[in-house]
């Protein structure tokens, strides 16, 4: 060997020992201008001495030649993707189905890197081949392009032969900078850095890939016993000793609740690390464990992916269904394709009334991205018009009830029908009664509800106490058997001893919400007294005013409405208010809002409870509007929305001094 292979051979040792430092320990040492000199002394020498360049020489960073197109590669074992899960539930059910094949599984916890799946194969320790996932049974060979990126190691640290699998992604930094990069040339800039990683890594000219400064990091070998490897954990620190940079954030996880914790913190930091994570991967530790767990046709038993939750996602509009609501209000609702918004899968969202449609100019087969309002309800954001295809119709408001065909009217921005036979108001206002909040009778769903009114054994409120005398005739329908109906019917004569806030509220009279029933049934403490309130009365008393004063006398002057009362009144549904009377002396307290969340030294329920007796609202999601939010061990999102809002955070002890 003469003296100036030697020179490149140690140029070579010390360029990729800097960058295993930077890249891997996070600790260089050595200088960027050393660095940059080293390199450029190798780079001149490669270029003077061109068959003494090696295969494994970081000059190779900068790209080659443009290739015409990419060849197929055959992955000896196929990539696999894991099934994706979206909540707590479907990592419990995970859990479950392992527990029946492994007695105790541990589990690793691993950051879901957002870019593309790449595979790497290296002979006598040097990178011969790297090819994308493809199908999962064939790839695309992309060995120029993933030769530039700089946590990919040219050569190994052990000369074996290996494949080696992970992430290729764009930094955030990088992605930034590329987007500058394309604002200055005129040119469409990324949407974000897994489409700007996908795209640079199949360029044909890899002088273009290198420019996009991508990353790789590791975290799967496949055939681990090879080499000795006994569990995930140990794979993560053998892929170290080679070179490889695997997530500094894998956790491990003895149980679900442990799964849980670790998914919480990792959400916590997840918007300060220096790349995009979608999620998390959970894999089996063990790999005799994973052995046993087998695959299915399609994926592994031993792993699953947790999907963050989306804030907002892009989906398809495919029509506009128009719904009766118990008060005959017609709302339009967007249904588009299936999507997965905040851990629920979703198929439909309000559009409110014809002024929001055309506000945002909504048009079937437009592409439209969804949130849930407040964490809760799906609503559409917007359109999404530079996709918009020709020739789509604008939105039409239509003119008649879509159950009972009589003609609507308009008030202020909403259409009703006014039709109280409406068959879709009486449904709708059977659903309401039964419902949690309201006289809550366990077991009446809507399609239960709906099948009983089809049936005509319902259609007003007091029929689900008359429902006893079809016992036997309701035992011999189609998916009901004696059990089923014994339980609806216990759970109706349980609901006879609600207390009255119940019941005013399941009546659905307008404008009288869940507070505003529990303020009326503490205010007269029976009904009957309620009922011969006058409006002056009402008007004055706190929280009630001159809108739900009106609409309260209005209910209560009508005789159906009286009739009613008096009919639940003969089948014993109570009428008087049994719960503490609600105490709003505490001005810290009394209208405010409160979130709880995180685990505290008693139910939630119970802070729940003490709260509403004091005049407060308490909510399940932090907004704009929330004025306390009470802090336990664990809180998760909330506590992040929270800080991000400047809402008064307040712990246990200081809720107790609050009340």
């Known amino acids: 060997m003469n003296k100036i292979e030697e020179r490149i051979n140690e140029l070579i040792e010390y360029i990729n020992k800097a960058s295993y430092e930077y890249y891997m320990l996070d600790s260089p040492t050595i200088t960027d201008q050393e660095y940059d000199d080293y390199y450029n002394e190798l780079l001149n020498l490669e270029e003077k001495y061109p068959e003494l360049k090696r295969d494994d020489s970081p000059t190779n960073r900068v790209g080659g030649e443009a290739l015409d197109k990419f060849e197929k590669v055959t992955h000896n074992t196929p990539m ?27 589990y690793t916890v691993e950051p879901k890197m957002d870019g593309l799946s790449g595979s790497l194969t290296y002979k ?24 530039t990126i700089k ?39 990324f949407a974000n850095p897994r489409n700007a990683a996908a795209g640079s890594v199949r360029q044909l000219d890899s002088k273009i890939t290198a420019k996009r400064n991508l990353d790789f990091m590791a975290y799967y070998v496949p055939s681990p016993e090879n080499y000795g490897l006994k569990s995930q954990f140990e794979t993560m620190e053998f892929l170290n000793e080679l070179g490889f940079v695997t997530n500094k954030y894998n956790t491990h996880a003895k149980n679900v609740k442990e799964i849980i914790e670790n998914i919480e913190k990792l959400s916590k930091i997840r918007n300060d690390l220096p790349y995009n994570i979608d999620g998390v991967v959970l894999k089996v530790d063990d790999l005799k464990d994973e052995e046993k767990l087998g695959y299915t046709a399609r994926v592994p038993r031993w792993g ?29 609702n967007a249904i588009f394709s299936p999507v997965h918004v905040d851990g629920s899968l979703i198929t439909k969202a309000t559009l409110h009334n014809e002024d929001y449609v055309k506000e945002k100019d909504v048009r079937v087969g437009d592409v439209i991205s969804v949130r849930k309002a407040g964490d809760v309800i799906p609503e559409v954001v917007e359109v999404k018009k530079e996709r918009r295809k020709d020739g789509l119709e604008t939105f039409k408001m239509i003119e008649n009830c879509p159950m009972c065909n009589s003609p609507l009217i308009k008030k202020d921005a909403n259409h009703y029908c006014v039709n109280e036979n409406c068959p879709s108001r009486q449904i709708e206002a059977l659903i309401h009664f039964v419902s949690r909040d309201a006289m809550y009778i366990e077991g009446f769903g809507e399609r239960i509800v709906e099948d009983f009114y089809n049936m005509n054994y319902l259609h007003n409120i007091d029929d689900f106490y008359t429902l006893e005398k079809y016992k036997d005739e309701l035992k011999t329908l189609e998916g009901f058997g004696e059990k089923s109906i014994d339980n609806l019917l216990k759970g109706i004569n349980d609901s006879k001893n609600n207390s009255l806030e119940r019941l005013l509220f399941g009546l659905g009279i307008r404008y009288v919400g869940k507070k505003t029933a529990k303020i009326l049934a503490t205010e007269f403490g029976n009904i009957d007294k309620l009922i011969n309130a006058d409006y002056d009365l009402l008007k004055n008393i706190n929280d009630i005013g001159d809108i739900i004063a009106k609409s309260v006398t209005n209910y209560f002057s009508d005789e159906k409405n009286i009739n009613l009362i008096n009919r639940l009144k003969e089948y014993n549904v109570n009428m008087k208010y049994t719960g503490e009377k ?78």
């Open 582 to 659: 609600v105490d709003t002396s505490n001005e810290k307290i009394n209208n405010k809002t409160f979130v709880i969340t995180g685990t505290l030294s008693n139910p939630r329920d119970y802070y729940k409870d003490i709260l509403e007796s004091k005049g407060a609202q308490v909510t399940s999601s932090v907004t704009k509007k929330t004025d306390y939010v009470l802090l336990g061990e664990n809180p998760g999102s909330k506590y992040d929305k929270a800080k991000e809002l400047g809402i008064t955070i307040i712990s246990e002890d200081e809720f107790n001094e609050l009340i």
């Open 80 to 106: 696999l993707s894991f099934d994706d899960v979206f909540n707590e539930e479907e990592i419990i059910l995970f859990d479950e189905r392992v527990k029946k094949v492994i007695s105790n599984p541990y």
């Open 151 to 189: 946590t990919v190691p040219l050569k190994l640290k052990k000369n074996i032969d290996i494949e080696v699998r992970g992430e290729i992604y764009m930094s955030k930094l990088s992605f930034e900078k590329a987007n500058i990069e394309r604002r200055k040339n005129n040119e469409n800039e």
């Open 124 to 147: 006598n320790g040097v990178l011969v081949r790297a090819a994308t996932r493809g199908d999962g049974l064939t790839g695309e060979d992309i060995t120029l392009n993933v030769k």
């Open 304 to 332: 699953i992916a947790y999907k963050f939750p989306a804030e907002e996602v892009l989906t398809t509009l495919n029509e506009i269904k128009f719904t009766v609501g118990r008060t005959g209000k017609i709302t339009p």
